[in-house]
C-alpha cells in the first residue's frame, strides 16, 4: 500500500507563512488578501432557513430535497438562462471535494489524462492525481494531440487570472470534446461575479446548441453567497451523467447535512443578498485596483471574479515581499502555474477597513 498523499504536490500555502510573519508585523496589522475567503455576513434568510432546519434527526438524501434541485434549477435559469430538469442537479459538500472526486467519481483510469488550464485552481491537478490520472496544464486543447482524454476542465471567469472564456471560445472546447467522447467539466464558481465582462454557462444553448450530452457545471455558494463555511455547492449538467455521480455518491455517503440543504434553497431562490454582496466586491475592487496601478502595479484579465491578477514586472516571490513589508499578503502566481511567475494574485474578500488599509499603504 503506497501513500496516496505522495502523489500529491506539497501543499504550497505553507511556503507564504514566513511573509504572512512579515505582514502580521505591520504596526497596523495585516490586510490579507491571499485567499478568496468570505468575510462578509452570511444573508440572514439564509441563517434563518438553517435554524429552521436545525432538527434534521434523519439521513439527508444524496440527491438533495426537491426544493433545493427546483431552486437550483430557477436560479439557472432566472440567472444564466440555463434550463437544466431539476432532476440533474445533485448537491455536493462544497465545490472543492467534487473537482478532486471527479475524475475518480467519472471512472477516469491510470494512464488517462485530465486537462485543465495552464494557470489553474490547484485541484484539478490534485484530482487527477487521485484518480492515479496524468494531470496536464495546457490551454490549447489542439496540444493534446490524438490520445484518449476522458476529462477537460475549463474555469470561467478563472482563479486566479479572473479572465472570462467568451462564447466562441466554449463552443470550440464542447465541439473538440465531443468529437472525441470526452467530458467538459465547467467549474463555474465565480459566475454570479462578472465586472466588465458578462461570464457564459457551458450549459448555455448559445455554447452547447441546446444539448448537455458530455457537460457538467460545477457550482459552489461559497462565493456569491458568503457560504464558504456551510460547504454547499452542486453539479448539473448531462443527466446521464450527474445519474452515474449520484450512484456512486449514494454509495460513498457523499451528502449535504439536511440543514445545509435548507440553507443552500434559501440561497438559490433570493436574488438581493447576491446584488448586496456583488455591490460590496464592486467596491472593494473599485478602490484597490487604481491604488495598485498608482503604486505600479499593472492588472490583467480580472475582467470578473474576486482576484486582480498584478504584475510588476519581477518575480512573483518578490512582489510578494514587497506588498508583505507593506503589511499586504497576496498569493504569488506561480501556485497556479509556471506561467504564473510573474504575477500575484490580490484577492477582494477583505473588509472595508481593511481595503482602505492597503489602498493607504499603497501610496
Ligand atoms: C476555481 C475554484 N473552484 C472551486 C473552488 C472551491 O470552492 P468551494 O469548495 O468553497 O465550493 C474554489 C475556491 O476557491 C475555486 O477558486
Not at 124 to 142: H, K, N, Q, S
Not at 335 to 359: C, L, M, N, Q, S
Amino acid at each position: 500500500m503506497s501513500a496516496p498523499s505522495r502523489a500529491l504536490p506539497d501543499f504550497p500555502w505553507d511556503r507564504l507563512a514566513p511573509y504572512k510573519r512579515t505582514a502580521q508585523a505591520h504596526p497596523d496589522g495585516i490586510v490579507d488578501l491571499s485567499v478568496g475567503t468570505p468575510v462578509d455576513p452570511v444573508p440572514t434568510v439564509v441563517r434563518e432557513a438553517l435554524a429552521a432546519a436545525s432538527d434534521s434527526p434523519g439521513y439527508p438524501t444524496t440527491h438533495g430535497t426537491a426544493e433545493l434541485r427546483e431552486a437550483a434549477a430557477g436560479w439557472l435559469r432566472r440567472r444564466l438562462g440555463v434550463h437544466v430538469d431539476p432532476a440533474a442537479v445533485l448537491p455536493t459538500i462544497g465545490s472543492k471535494e467534487l473537482v478532486a472526486w471527479l475524475p475518480t467519481l467519472l471512472g477516469v483510469r491510470p494512464g488517462d489524462r485530465v486537462a485543465f488550464p495552464e494557470l489553474a485552481y490547484p485541484t484539478y491537478d490534485v484530482g487527477a492525481r487521485l484518480a492515479g490520472a496524468t494531470p496536464v496544464a495546457t490551454d490549447g486543447l489542439l496540444a493534446l494531440g490524438p490520445e484518449r482524454v476522458p476529462l477537460v476542465w475549463v474555469n470561467s471567469p478563472s482563479n486566479p487570472t479572473g479572465r472570462v472564456l467568451p462564447p466562441e471560445h466554449l463552443r470550440k472546447v464542447v465541439a473538440w470534446a465531443r468529437e472525441r467522447g470526452a467530458v467538459v467539466a465547467s467549474d463555474e464558481c465565480y459566475i454570479e461575479l462578472g465586472w466588465e465582462e458578462r461570464p457564459i454557462s457551458i450549459l448555455h444553448p448559445d455554447v452547447c446548441g441546446g444539448s448537455h450530452e458530455g457537460l457538467l457545471a460545477v457550482h459552489s455558494l461559497s462565493k456569491r453567497s458568503n457560504l464558504a463555511g456551510y460547504r454547499a455547492g452542486f453539479v448539473t449538467g448531462d443527466p446521464r451523467l450527474v445519474r452515474e455521480l449520484l450512484e456512486v455518491r449514494k454509495h460513498a455517503g457523499m451528502m449535504v447535512p439536511a440543514p445545509v440543504q435548507a440553507a443552500m434553497t434559501a440561497a438559490l431562490r433570493d436574488d438581493a443578498h447576491l446584488e448586496e454582496q456583488r455591490a460590496r466586491y464592486a467596491a472593494r475592487r473599485a478602490r484597490l485596483r487604481p491604488a495598485l496601478e498608482r503604486a505600479g502595479w499593472r492588472i490583467e484579465h480580472s475582467e470578473a471574479g474576486l482576484y486582480l491578477w498584478a504584475t510588476n514586472g519581477a518575480d512573483c516571490w518578490e512582489q510578494v515581499r514587497d506588498l508583505a513589508e507593506k503589511g499586504i499578503l497576496v498569493a504569488p502566481g506561480d501556485f497556479y502555474g509556471p506561467a504564473g511567475r510573474k504575477h500575484v494574485r490580490i484577492a477582494v474578500t477583505a473588509t472595508d477597513e481593511r481595503i482602505d488599509a492597503a489602498v493607504s499603504r499603497l501610496q
